[in-house]
T-cell receptor, first 114, second 113 residues
Framework: GQSLEQPSEVTAVEGAIVQINCTYQ??????LSWYQQHDGGAPTFLSY????GLEETGRFSSFLSRSDSYGYLLLQELQMKDSASYFC???????????????FGKGTKLSVIP | ETGVTQTPRHLVMGMTNKKSLKCEQH?????MYWYKQSAKKPLELMFV???????ENNSVPSRFSPECPNSSHLFLHLHTLQPEDSALYLC????????????FGSGTRLTVV
């Protein structure tokens, strides 16, 4: 089966750095994605790692180690607006032209406090 | 707005009702998806449509019936639902470039009474 593990909740102070880990066990692997979802809102795409290493996009970075089936999302200079749920997702299959399967973790609720 | 619009935002229905959820995207994407989001559970893939053909049905009960009349519209027809079907139903679309991810709508919050 497919499973992704990530912490259910994390609390961090405004201005600090926080790392959200994700380990996965999937029958297929093409890459690891991260999504952000504010309460009542749509999940929004943050990053995608297909190869080992660190990808940086502004204050957010994402890391992948395929040999360890592990990745993390790093958020720097935390702001109050970063309070949200963060989901890791594995691209585990290809369903046809333009489509691909994503298997999601349960999400990590990040609370940023003053 | 994300470019993917879902209506209605909220829906309350009885177990004997028939209703439909609508999803619309004008991003030029050629794949569309339905996901179910329940509290404390991962997003669950329900259906995948690629170029208007259903390419994935993830063992979803027949009381959920998808329809994709064209590449911009996706429906989820609901009938004789159960209270455990109460959840947030999310529509998403994608293009071939995986690095851009899915674009999700804001979802329909469904309550079955």
């Amino acid at each position: 089966g497919q499973s992704l593990e990530q912490p259910s909740e994390v609390t961090a102070v405004e201005g600090a750095i926080v790392q959200i880990n994700c380990t996965y066990q999937t029958s297929g692997f093409y890459g690891l994605s991260w999504y952000q979802q504010h309460d009542g809102g749509a999940p929004t795409f943050l990053s995608y790692n297909a190869l080992d290493g660190l990808e940086e996009t502004g204050r957010f970075s994402s890391f992948l180690s395929r040999s360890d089936s592990y990745g993390y999302l790093l958020l720097q200079e935390l702001q109050m607006k970063d309070s949200a749920s963060y989901f890791c997702a594995v691209r585990s299959g290809y369903s046809g032209a333009g489509s691909y399967q994503l298997t999601f973790g349960k999400g990590t609720k990040l609370s940023v406090i003053p | 707005e994300t470019g993917v619009t879902q209506t209605p935002r909220h829906l309350v229905m009885g177990m004997t009702n028939k209703k439909s959820l609508k999803c619309e995207q004008h991003l030029g994407h050629n794949a569309m998806y339905w996901y179910k989001q329940s509290a404390k559970k991962p997003l669950e893939l329900m259906f995948v449509y690629s170029l208007e053909e259903r390419v994935e049905n993830n063992s979803v009960p027949s009381r959920f019936s998808p329809e994709c009349p064209n590449s911009s519209h996706l429906f989820l027809h609901l009938h004789t639902l159960q209270p455990e079907d109460s959840a947030l139903y999310l529509c998403a679309s994608s293009q071939g470039e995986v690095g851009y991810g899915y674009t999700f709508g804001s979802g329909t919050r469904l309550t079955v009474v």
